[in-house]
């Protein structure tokens, strides 16, 4: 009981992450119908902007995490800009090699700039152990931290979304863009703001893997970006609670399978899921088929 909390908690504390990096995934499929398969990367950004700012800046936590969100934020805006902005219009093979291409840029810039080794976090935290119910539950103060940035993220987004004029136009453009466009929206600078959210959630997550594991380097983005994507596509490609409620899902199932099998299998546990949801539900657990006309 006690192996499957302490495997339960820590499921939930990297569930937190792959969440708020799946946010950013299924905001972009939901505006533009696009995977941005350059999200993981930009999630590697804001880590290393975190790792800058609090190790030779000294900035605390907070100060730090601004900062990452703030650099992940531009970088993400830049990248629809130049990169997605003008391919909006052709057909959609063409914006997702883009994409990948635009992923391998920022790989090989991040090994060729800050070098391939892999870097210690600096230590922001110093880590205490919670223990309650007579030690049955145990918990450390970064992962404390953790749920509590997850929830104060993923609130703030739901809040931005449902109760923000802003938030109101992403709901119109994601729902019909052209209609959206003849009703006075700004659909450019809409979508704009959208990967700047999703940017943005993405360094905090880079931010809290650096806590959280105490290492980062230029190539991390890939297989957290990855995982992150299939928990998108778990909890249904383009819907918000479906994106949360599916990271937490993939954290857990991984924790559980490395708690009681081994870690060598975890990642093609993932993949397996991703498999399975696609012959099962293709539409996520959130998700419902849409009729199209042809």
Known sequence: MKTFIEQLINGL??????????????????????????HGDIYMVGAFTGFFASTYFHLGFIPSLLLAMLVSLILGVTIERVAYR?????????????????????????????????????????????????????????????????????????????KTKMGK??????????????????????VSFTFAIGSALAAVAGVLVGIYYNSIDPLMGIMPGLKAFIA????????????????LLMGVIEALVSGYGSSLYRDGVSFAILIIILLIKPTGLFGKNVREKV
Request: aromatic share 8%; hydrophobic share 50%.
């Open 13 to 38: 504390s990297l569930g937190s992450i792959y969440a708020l990096i799946a946010l950013g995934y299924t905001m972009v499929y939901g505006i533009m119908k696009l995977i941005n398969f350059a």
């Open 232 to 247: 998108a596509v778990l909890g249904g490609i383009g819907i918000i609670p479906g994106a949360m409620v599916g990271g």
């Open 86 to 162: 003008p391919l909006r219009d052709k057909s959609k093979i063409s914006i997702l090699i883009t994409a990948i291409g635009v992923s391998l840029l920022l790989e090989n810039g991040g090994i060729i700039l800050l070098s391939p080794q892999v870097r210690t976090y600096p230590q922001i935290f110093k880590q205490h152990m919670y223990s309650f119910f007579n030690g049955i539950i145990t918990i450390s103060n970064q992962q404390i931290v953790i749920f509590v940035v997850s929830i104060i993220m993923m609130v703030g987004l739901q809040l931005i979304i449902y």
């Open 169 to 190: 136009a992403m709901r119109a453009v994601s729902t019909d863009p052209d209609a959206a466009r003849l009703m006075g929206v700004n659909v450019d600078r809409t």
